[in-house]
């Protein structure tokens, strides 16, 4: 019979994203840790790689870990544009469909559907098409 440390880590990677206008990133899984961050991204992508008794071991965009309360994490995905340079946002997902925006690395938005190669994002209200490998949090964690 599984135990429940089994059956939790059978749900892990997984894409959350935080949920809050600020957010602390601990060394350990509980209050007495020190905060190792201070996020003020609410929406940031994270990926979840370990669960520990109502905390999350997170992995940032930018490859840092640490640990966070699960209740001020999100499941609604989003991602942030990743790169050097902008990238097209488009009203179709296709390499000649028009242009809406030019999307800036940095840029957090909620992932919709991805197909092919594209995904869906909307920053806030500005929604288009945007490839799947300019973007952190889409596709499998």
């Known amino acids: ?3 429940a440390a089994s059956a ?4 892990v990677p997984y894409w959350a994203s935080l949920d ?3 957010v602390y990133m601990r060394v350990g899984p509980s209050e007495r840790y020190k ?3 201070v996020y003020q991204r609410d929406g940031l992508p994270v990926k979840v790689v370990r ?3 109502g905390w999350r071991l997170v992995q940032d965009p930018d490859g840092d870990q640490g ?3 699960g209740t001020l994490l999100s499941r609604q995905r989003h991602a942030i544009v990743i790169g050097e340079e902008a990238t097209a946002m488009r009203a179709e997902p ?3 469909a028009e242009i809406r925006w030019n999307v800036e690395p940095g840029v957090v938005g909620a992932l919709g559907d991805c197909s092919d190669g594209w995904c869906e994002l909307d920053v806030d209200g500005r929604e288009g098409w945007v490839l799947e490998d300019r973007l952190w949090g889409a596709g499998e964690p």
């Open 1 to 3: 019979m599984p135990t």
């Open 8 to 11: 939790q880590a059978g749900d």
């Open 20 to 22: 809050d206008d600020v």
């Open 35 to 37: 905060i190792d961050w």
């Open 51 to 53: 669960l520990m008794q």
């Open 67 to 69: 640990w966070i309360l």
């Open 94 to 96: 296709s390499v000649d």
